[in-house]
Each structure stands twice: as structure tokens, then as C-alpha cells.
């Protein structure tokens, strides 16, 4: 597609269950970020992907979270035992080079209940 | 750690009238962006500053960087109801080898009819 795309748009889960977020950079974006955004708040950075260099994981606010980017391409974000706190906005943005914009996905709303 | 930090946090406004927002960092950048947020969903990208430039325009807005104050503005003229949403700067550090974006926190702008 012609943008970044996440998926689901929207996830309620019970508190406890693992929950997968996914994210479809723009083709040929060699960075790849996730961001949470709780209401009203700014963007607080989880980890990033770029190329085939080790992710930068220095965000993750614990185990329970968990990243991967596949072929270079796709990324998952895995948060395992959700809690209450997780509930947020997960956004995912990649970019082309180190002197350009990043381009947003329209990110993941999760509820946790 | 944020290196951006936005002033003010909320900003409220006539229709028409100019809004002027403000971003400060800390360190040597090699770039500085401006993102606007709708409705807590994917960030747009408006305008991207270079270090060696001073100012720069795209239709209503107008960013300039003032490298030695370590700072910059967004200036959005005959603001419009749509222009209601939240503006994110974020750099691109000098000292960074990778493609890490630094945010600030945002601010909140109301246009009111």
C-alpha cells in the first residue's frame, strides 16, 4: 500500500491475555519505530527497527513487551499479560533515510479490561 | 529522555487569527520536524527544517530555526476550525548515527469559530 498500515484499528481485550499488534511499513522504509501515546500525552517510544542492525528495545517498559520485524518488512508488537496500564494508543511510523520524515500508520487503540 | 519541549502546552485561538507555537532543544541537530495530530490517531508530517536553514514556509505555515537558541517555531496564519488538532516537533540529533526521532510533548491548538 501506498502508506503505513496497523492493524487492528481497535483491540479490546480481558486483562491477562497476550495481544498481537501489527504494523506494514511503506515498501523499501529501512526504519521502523512504535510509539505508545496515552490520552492526551506525548509520544513515548518503545523500540525501533532499522535495517539489519539489533532493534533498539531501550523503551520497552518491561518483558512483557515484545518486538519483531520480519524479512526487514513487517513488525509485530507482542504484549503479553496485559494489564490496565497498557491500554493506549500503539502507533508505528517507518521512515526511507536518516534525513526524512517519518510516516505515521493510524495506529492501534487498545483497551485493556 | 525528551530532548523537544513545545510551548505553550494548549493553545486557544479566534478563527483568523495567527498561532504561534514554539519548540526548544537541547543538542546539536541535523534536523528539526513539525507533525500534526488529529483526534489522538497518525501524525502527519508539515514541514522539516535543516540545520543550515533558516526559515522555511508551505502554504499557511511558517517554521524558522534559530540554531544558537537552540529553537524553533511553527507560526500557522488565518487559522481555520480544521487546523484544530496537536503539534509535535521532533529532531534529529547530531550525535545520533541511527534514524532516532526525539519528540517533544506537544501542544494542544483550539480554533474557535
Known amino acids: 500500500g501506498a502508506g503505513v498500515s496497523q492493524s487492528p484499528s481497535n483491540k479490546v481485550t480481558e486483562k491477562g491475555k497476550d495481544v498481537e499488534l501489527r504494523c506494514d511499513p511503506i515498501?523499501?522504509?529501512?526504519?521502523l519505530y512504535w510509539y505508545r501515546q496515552s490520552l492526551g500525552q506525548g509520544l513515548e517510544f518503545l523500540i525501533y527497527f532499522q535495517g539489519n542492525s539489533a532493534p533498539d528495545k531501550s523503551g520497552l517498559p518491561s518483558d512483557r513487551f515484545s518486538a519483531e520485524r520480519t524479512g526487514g518488512s513487517v513488525s509485530t508488537l507482542t504484549i503479553q499479560r496485559t494489564q490496565q496500564e497498557d491500554s493506549a494508543v500503539y502507533l508505528c511510523a517507518s521512515i526511507k533515510g536518516a534525513r526524512t520524515e517519518a510516516f505515521f500508520g493510524q495506529g492501534t487503540r487498545l483497551t485493556v479490561v | 529522555s525528551q530532548q523537544g519541549e513545545e510551548d505553550p502546552q494548549a493553545l486557544s485561538i479566534q478563527e483568523g487569527e495567527n498561532a504561534t507555537m514554539n519548540c526548544s532543544y537541547k543538542t546539536s541537530i541535523n534536523n528539526l520536524q513539525w507533525y500534526r495530530q488529529n483526534s489522538g490517531r497518525g501524525l502527519v508530517h508539515l514541514i522539516l527544517?535543516?540545520?543550515n536553514e533558516r526559515e522555511k514556509h508551505s502554504g499557511r505555515l511558517r517554521v524558522t530555526l534559530d540554531t544558537s537558541k537552540k529553537s524553533s517555531s511553527l507560526l500557522i496564519t488565518a487559522s481555520r476550525a480544521a487546523d484544530t488538532a496537536s503539534y509535535f516537533c521532533?529532531?534529529?540529533?547530531?550525535?545520533?548515527?541511527?534514524?532516532?526521532?526525539?519528540w517533544g510533548a506537544g501542544t494542544k491548538l483550539i480554533i474557535k469559530p
Open positions: 521532533a529532531t534529529r540529533r547530531t550525535m545520533d548515527s541511527n534514524y532516532q526521532l526525539i
Open positions: 527544517i535543516r540545520s
Open positions: 515498501s523499501g522504509h529501512t526504519a
